[in-house]
């Protein structure tokens, strides 16, 4: 399905900060462009249990070997956070039955395509051609109002529930993981982010500094600007731009 020759080169970008108001960051993220693997977790269940949720998410997907092969990637990516999944339940119960959890975006890049998969309002935006593309679709309550037609975007975002997710890692026994696989494209800018960041940024707003940044610079300023406009959640950014492998051989 996917191509094993490595044709791009993929340069990134990462910041988190806690935010205004809370003590501890209980964000995580995952940078690994050398194998083309990236994500973003945000931990609920207060601390000692987000924190623990999303580095265990982080940590597992650090131990993954290089791909062999895409389908083979992507297998493993899924199976080690399921895996996560079943040991959150477990250290949740030990623990008396508190909720240990945490959202989750992953991208993949192999060969000319990616794959993407996420749990929660966690978000990945695409920039191809001067056009944003929010990859993602929040699992939250908002979310379905949304799509059932009782709620507006804007009215989404100030609503009281606006918080309220309805997947995470370790939430449920059964983790439900949406997954999508597609082209990548030269110069394609994947930006992965927690929802401290879109809570205080507009889409104009990160279309705007995605646009205008080197990707380099880029989540630095996203989640500077963030935490400026008042942020009171924990914020994430990783920004990733793929460029051509001037390596290969002609």
């Known amino acids: 399905m996917m191509l094993s020759e490595q044709v791009y080169q993929y340069v990134t970008g990462t910041c988190s900060h806690v935010g205004n108001v809370r003590r501890l960051n209980e964000d995580a ?17 207060g601390h000692d249990a987000g924190d623990y949720a999303s580095k265990m998410i982080v940590e597992r997907l650090t131990a993954l070997p290089p791909p062999e092969s895409a389908p083979t990637f992507l297998a493993a990516v899924k199976e080690s956070v399921i895996l996560t999944n079943e040991h959150l339940r477990g250290e949740a119960e030990r623990r008396g039955g508190q909720v240990i959890g945490s959202t989750v975006v992953i991208f993949l890049a192999y060969g000319r395509y990616c794959a993407y998969l996420w749990a929660g309002d966690s978000r990945i935006y695409r920039l191809r051609r001067r056009e944003m593309t929010q990859l993602t679709r929040d699992h939250s309550y908002v979310q379905e109002l949304v799509d059932m037609g009782h709620l507006s975007h804007d009215e989404a975002e100030s609503h009281p529930q606006a918080n309220v ?10 983790l439900a993981l949406d997954v999508r696989q597609e082209l990548l494209i030269e110069d394609d800018v994947v930006l992965l982010c927690s929802d401290g960041l879109t809570k205080v940024l507009s889409d104009e707003q990160l279309f705007e500094r995605l646009s205008q940044f080197p990707v380099e610079s880029a989540a630095d300023d996203l989640v500077e600007q963030a935490v400026a406009n008042g942020a009171k959640d924990n914020v994430t950014a990783i920004v990733m731009k793929c460029t051509a492998d001037t390596t290969l051989s002609p």
């Open 29 to 45: 993220f995952l940078s690994r462009p050398e194998i083309g693997l990236w994500a973003v977790a945000d931990g609920m269940g």
């Open 165 to 174: 997710i309805t997947r995470a890692v370790g939430a449920e026994d059964e």
